[in-house]
T-cell receptor, first 116, second 117 residues
């Protein structure tokens, strides 16, 4: 596997379900990100991790719970979601800490989430 | 605060013609500017970035972008469009300096490029 992988690619869940999204980067990067992409809206940064430590939570509701056990893996645990949470969830990684600002991010293919 | 504007929701161009996708930005301090492309059912792919130096930046797939500080713009260009260039294009900005800046990328809303044969 190369680059950034995400599983599952598609997920349909009810509002009472609990599910998890997984992201893995094979690039040796130190920073990882979760983004939400909704139709007709800019990408929304949700969480940032640098060397496994969370450095940013962009006012994300607590029904989204991230976990970063190591620099290569990132999870997003989901529970009691709302229909408006339906979106494409993208994971990304970068070599350098995000506050350097000048390094590009590499994105996974995303998980298309539908909340019924 | 940092912001990015992509004034066109969609750009249509004929194959073989030059293309331009527009981007303007606002950031305190020196900007770091990026272009990404997203094909259907895929994540974003990095095309090019401007950090410092030459205002004309060359990137992947024959794309280039010109940094214009006075106009605070970073338009994406390609001399000859291909049908396979049809995709969603995102401009992004990051900045250094200022207490409110974390270096995070701020993305524009995206511009759909449609290249017709």
């Amino acid at each position: 596997e190369t680059g950034v992988t995400q599983t599952p690619r598609h997920l349909v869940m009810g509002m009472t379900n609990k599910k998890s999204l997984k992201c893995e980067q094979h690039l040796g990067h130190n920073a990882m990100y979760w983004y939400k992409q909704s139709a007709k809206k800019p990408l929304e940064l949700m969480f940032v991790y640098n060397f496994k430590e969370q450095t940013e939570n962009n006012s994300v509701p607590s029904r989204f719970s991230p976990e970063c056990p190591n620099s290569s893996h990132l999870f997003l645990h989901l529970h009691t979601l709302q229909p408006e949470d339906s979106a494409l969830y993208l994971c990304a990684s970068s070599q350098d800490p995000p506050d350097w600002g000048n390094n590009e991010q590499f994105f996974g293919p995303g998980t298309r989430l539908t909340v019924l | 605060a940092q912001s990015v504007a992509q004034p066109e929701d969609q750009v249509n161009v004929a194959e073989g013609n030059p293309l331009t996708v527009k981007c303007t930005y606002s950031v305190s301090g020196n900007p770091y500017l990026f272009w990404y492309v997203q094909y259907p059912n895929r994540g974003l792919q990095f095309l090019l970035k401007y950090i410092t130096g030459d205002n004309l930046v060359k990137g992947s797939y024959g794309f280039e972008a010109e940094f214009n500080k006075s106009q605070t713009s970073f338009h994406l260009k390609k001399p000859s469009a291909l049908v396979s260039d049809s995709a969603l294009y995102f401009c992004a900005v990051s900045g250094k300096g200022g207490s409110s800046n974390t270096g995070k990328l701020i993305f524009g809303q995206g511009t759909t490029l449609q290249v017709k044969p």
